[in-house]
């Protein structure tokens, strides 16, 4: 069975600091990865999808890795700003013609001003 | 804009009575997913739908039902017989199947009482 831990589970930092959000999961034959964020009481929006073949997606600040083998994502935030703070949630989708997006429990991240 | 729209996004509703939640997209997708998400918890696929008039249980269907009659609408009724329904509910939907991103709606919070 399938399962996403994101370490930590809540990160405080500076604004202005580089950061490292981590998602490991722990059966290797993924379809896919998909990094989200989300805001208070509100719906994911997605920000990266890394294909299994990709090892990494860039989207402005913001990069993604992918290393299938050893089961382990990591979202890199460049120059955080306090408009990053928010939970990121990671979801890998199973191989094997799955539709299942199975979830990490996220990283809550606050970025002080 | 397109986009997917639910609605309400707070609804109240007594033990022992069903309610359905609205979920619509304008993004002209295939496949579109129910998910539960409680406090402290990864999100839970409670069912989704590849095409109209088809649609499959997720890891969490039990007390639950949906429909599939038109490409654009996925409702979900939640039954009286699911036994903790407090939780927000989200709805996605993606381009077809599994190599695409889940776009997400804003969710609605349901409490029961």
């Known amino acids: 069975k399938q399962e996403v831990t994101q370490i930590p589970a809540a990160l405080s930092v500076p604004e202005g600091e580089n950061l490292v959000l981590n998602c490991s999961f722990t059966?290797?034959?993924?379809?896919?990865l998909q990094w989200f964020r989300q805001d208070p009481g509100k719906g994911l929006t997605s920000l990266l999808l890394?294909?299994?073949?990709?090892r990494e997606q860039t989207s402005g600040r913001l990069n993604a890795s992918l290393d299938k083998s050893s089961g382990r994502s990591t979202l890199y935030i460049a120059a955080s700003q306090p408009g990053d703070s928010a939970t990121y949630l990671c979801a890998v989708r199973q191989g094997g013609g799955s539709e299942k997006l199975v979830f990490g429990k996220g990283t809550k991240l606050t970025v002080n001003p | 804009d397109g986009g997917i729209t639910q609605s309400p996004k707070y609804l109240f509703r007594k033990e022992g009575q069903n309610v359905t939640l609205s979920c619509e997209q304008n993004?002209?997708?295939?496949?579109m997913y129910w998910y539960r998400q409680d406090p402290g918890q990864g999100l839970r696929l409670i069912y989704y739908?590849?095409?109209?008039?088809?649609?499959q249980k997720g890891d969490i269907a039990e007390g639950y039902s949906v429909s599939r009659e038109k490409k654009e609408s996925f409702p979900l009724t939640v039954t009286s017989a699911q036994k903790n329904p407090t939780a927000f509910y989200l709805c996605a939907s993606s381009i077809h199947l599994a190599s695409y991103e889940q776009y997400f709606g804003p969710g609605t919070r349901l409490t029961v009482t």
């Open positions: 739908s590849q095409i109209v008039n088809d649609f």
């Open positions: 993004l002209n997708h295939d496949a």
């Open positions: 059966d290797s034959a993924i379809y896919n």
């Open positions: 890394i294909q299994s073949s990709q």
